[in-house]
């Protein structure tokens, strides 16, 4: 405690035109902070500790898988009282306050101790008393919850046993280094070279930290070696994964959420909770649906982004979802987990005693296989994207369009259905319209485009390929040759290239 109470400030301020969704809504008597130790604090745990402790809401200072520093972006996560993103009556909200935002206050002289843990109360004028800020371990708590979701000692038996496999995970100099430290290496008995990139840093080491196989190649030809049995990557805060087995095979995420839900009772949590549905975002691959059938679990169909999840998990509907985009989860907490979906892959290793190569291979050959493929286009003119996006709907809304049939070499594809999907939220009837244009052929196989909401310059054009397999001698080719037909007439059927001025993709899963 100071002597004299602090001063506070206001200041005025000058509406914002432009920030959708724009900062939060600090307007609040704020009379107790939580902040992770040194500032750090992955958006999974945040999440968890918001849900204990109940607090009315967390902001969280991030890029997310965007490269951040003084050269990269910044970005805020504002998420709600049940410990999700904030939906959008929140962001809404938020966006028309920060256009007529006229004062905000702020208290020059308050320093707070962010490397020491514990309790801090500081002496504000008038309103603003008594102001508590508590600094907690980032990683108790969030490892707390994992410990009664997982079996510990059936893990640690896997990676530090006589048979134990050996890990690769990479933090990307994101914030999870100190999680996986602790859980992995101190906890779970996995060596310490097994967690590598675990230093936080203000630049991620000048990466990209989206775990995908272009950001992430390094650990990709790390694992090529054959040394390790696992591999994962994290982003920047922490909620998106990306699974590799021995000598790098790829997971992709559409098939990793499914291959969870296909052995789902492998972890502790749902054999006690039970598994009350499975969801996925639109344009991720129907490869969950197939678990769902031959399960009987009812499965959802949201668009693209976390926060739909969160409304049907509130409702008691949902236990497992996925997003294409390296992202998994479960209604443990309100954020898709990269750390809980590496603990869900292990404790199926650790149950099946197989590698990660033969449990998805094992799995298209139950289930058929849906290869899967995302083109990206970062950073267009967002008039081209626009201009192009328009042009497509238009032409698919075209009734002459449905039962056209498109002949690439010897493959036919027939137009089944085209729309520019829509959502109607189950629990509360909201509606989300223009969440991607979806051409769907005769058999199931899918050409999506979508314009990216996350990125910070120009817009992502996502193109996503889906088509279904199950034909035993058919599953084992490399999906860029199994979907090459596809990908020829989406390029023609968008002119994506001319458009854009790009000769191809910029990122390819
Ligand atoms: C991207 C992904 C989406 C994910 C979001 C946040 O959003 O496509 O699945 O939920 O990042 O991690 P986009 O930029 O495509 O809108
Ligand atoms: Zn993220």
């Known amino acids: 405690m100071t002597d004299s109470p602090l001063q506070v ?4 301020t000058a509406p914002y035109p432009d920030q959708r969704p724009g900062t939060s809504g600090l307007r609040k ?12 604090m992955s958006t999974p745990a945040v999440s968890c500790v918001i849900r204990k402790m109940k607090a009315i809401s967390g902001i969280i200072l991030t890029a997310s898988h ?45 320093r707070v101790d962010l490397g020491t843990t514990g309790k801090q109360t500081f002496d504000l004028e008038n309103k603003f008393k008594p102001f508590t800020v508590e600094i907690v371990d980032p990683v108790e708590s969030y490892a707390n919850s ?57 630049n991620f080491g000048g990466h990209h930290p989206d ?17 390790y049995d696992f591999g994962a990557a994290f982003d920047g805060d922490g909620d998106r994964n990306m699974i590799l087995g021995k000598h790098g095979f790829f997971v992709n995420p559409s098939d990793s959420v499914a291959v969870i839900a296909a052995n789902i009772f492998c972890i502790p949590y749902f054999q006690h909770a039970g598994v009350r549905g499975f969801a ?28 739909f999840f969160g409304s049907l998990m509130d409702a008691g509907r949902l236990s497992l979802c996925g997003e294409e985009s390296f992202g998994t989860g479960s209604d443990h907490i309100r954020e898709k987990d990269g750390l ?34 995302r083109f990206d286009y970062e950073e267009v003119d967002l008039d081209a994207a626009v201009e192009m996006m328009l042009d497509l709907e238009l032409m698919i809304s075209d009734k002459a369009f449905i039962k056209q049939v498109f002949t690439v070499g010897e493959k036919k594809y027939q137009v089944e259905t085209a729309d520019n999907f829509e959502y109607s939220d189950p629990v509360d009837g909201t509606i989300s319209r223009n969440q991607g244009l979806r051409i769907i052929f005769k058999g199931g196989s899918r050409i999506i485009f979508r314009l990216g909401g996350t990125g910070s310059f120009g817009v992502t054009v996502h193109l996503y390929i889906d088509s279904y397999e199950k034909d035993i001698n058919k599953i084992f080719q490399d999906p860029q040759v199994a979907l090459a037909e596809l990908v020829a007439i989406a390029l023609q059927l968008s002119h994506i290239h001319e458009r854009t001025g790009r000769s191809g993709p910029t990122v390819i899963t």
Not at 29 to 40: A, D, S, T
Not at 211 to 227: I, K
Not at 344 to 361: F, G, K, N, P, Y
């Open 211 to 227: 775990p995908n196989l272009t950001n992430a190649a390094d650990l990709v030809e790390t694992m090529r070696n054959g040394q």
């Open 280 to 307: 996925r975002s639109m344009p991720t691959s129907a490869a969950l649906d197939m678990v769902a059938k031959v399960t009987k679990i009812q499965l959802y169909e949201t668009p693209t982004g976390w926060k």
């Open 29 to 40: 008597k704020v009379g107790r902070l939580v902040i992770g130790q040194n500032g750090i």
């Open 66 to 110: 965007n490269p951040g520093g003084p050269d990269g972006d910044f970005g805020i996560k504002f998420n709600t009282a049940k410990g999700g993103p904030a939906p959008q009556a929140v962001t809404n909200k938020i966006f028309q306050m920060s256009r007529t935002i006229e004062e905000y206050a702020i208290c020059p002289d308050l």
């Open 146 to 202: 994992l410990r009664n979701i997982f079996d510990f000692a059936f893990l640690k038996e896997l990676l530090s046993g006589d048979n134990h496999i050996q890990i690769c995970l990479d933090a990307m100099h994101g914030v999870v280094g100190p999680y996986v430290k602790k859980i992995l290496c101190e906890e779970l008995g996995s060596p310490a070279n097994s967690a590598i990139n675990c230093e936080p840093l203000e």
């Open 9 to 12: 400030l206001t200041l005025p």
């Open 340 to 373: 809980w979906a590496v603990l869900a892959w292990l404790s199926i290793l650790a149950t099946r005693r197989q590698s990660v190569e033969d449990i998805m291979t094992e799995h298209w050959r139950t289930y058929g296989r849906n290869y899967y493929t």
